[in-house]
């Protein structure tokens, strides 16, 4: 399995990194995950390219993670494609085709398939109220709900062709029963949207993510920091020296571009 981040900004724009997209690859399947503003971009610069991406999965629906969606279907129209699947959390169809609502030129342009994609993983439901895991671009994907300001899934991504697991936060701050839902992956990538210093919620800080890392029981390969505001510009190397002060894996920051081997 090969991820390629495509964004690794957020919401107030740095001029160097496109908002949230990451790109999945395991064989021939192929899956994106979120589509904020530059991420389409992002995926152009891929030898994928949007042309052979038909599947786009959602995190949750905040404007930075899905506003090149009508981009990426015109896009994808204009080239000859003929059909789409968007996948995600409760409200997905409802998001989409009002999209298409506004855009009413684009309706009917491409065959959609629009799914809802819930929790997996939930210490506060019974394992017969839990939904998946599901099948998605030919990967086998668990949901995690997060804390976030809107109602948002992490995932966890592993091939049907077998090796290990990549996990995504999406937005979330951090607690340690996230990180145990990435307990054997081999990357993790994890929100850590603002330096140490800034008084945040709904997204973690260095030092935060860090006591959650060393309080989960889990066992985790590299640890990829994403969703950065302007703010940990000039920060990075003091984001890491916090995150060291209470865990001692590998943990480095994503950029835009970057393509990872999960092995």
């Known amino acids: 399995m090969r991820i390629t981040f495509l964004g690794t900004g957020a919401a107030l724009p740095t001029g160097e990194r496109y908002q949230t997209g990451l790109l999945i690859q395991s064989g021939d399947d192929r899956l994106l995950v979120d589509c904020g503003s530059g991420a ?14 038909d599947t786009l999965l959602l995190t949750h629906h905040h404007l930075d993670h899905v506003s090149d969606i009508m981009p990426l279907l015109k896009a994808r129209w204009l080239d000859g494609q003929e059909s789409m699947t968007i996948a995600g959390p409760a409200g997905t169809p409802d998001l989409i085709e009002g999209l298409l609502d506004t855009h009413e030129y684009m309706q009917d342009r491409m065959e959609l398939d629009l799914r809802t994609v819930g929790a ?17 671009a030919g990967f086998e994907v668990e949901a ?8 948002c899934l992490a995932y966890r991504f592993e091939s049907q062709e077998g090796g290990p697991a990549f996990v995504f936060s999406g937005d979330s701050e951090a607690f340690p029963e996230l990180i145990e839902f990435a307990d054997g992956a081999a990357v993790l990538a994890h929100d850590c949207s603002f330096p140490d210093g800034v008084d945040v919620s709904n997204h973690p800080t260095p030092s935060s993510l860090g006591e959650a890392l060393a309080a989960a029981d889990a066992d985790l390969g590299r640890v990829y920091l994403t969703h950065l505001y302007p703010h940990t510009g000039g920060h990075e190397e003091e984001m890491l020296d916090s995150i060291g002060d209470h865990y001692d894996g590998d943990v480095r920051l ?10």
Request: proline content about 2%; aromatic content about 4%; cysteine-free.
């Open 40 to 53: 389409l971009h992002g995926l152009a610069r891929t030898n994928v390219g949007y042309e052979h991406v």
């Open 120 to 136: 997996t993983t939930d210490a506060g439901q019974e394992a017969a109220e839990r939904d998946g895991p599901h099948d998605i």
């Open 254 to 263: 994503a950029r835009d571009g970057l393509t990872v081997d999960v092995s």
């Open 144 to 151: 995690m709900e997060t804390r976030h300001s809107m109602y």
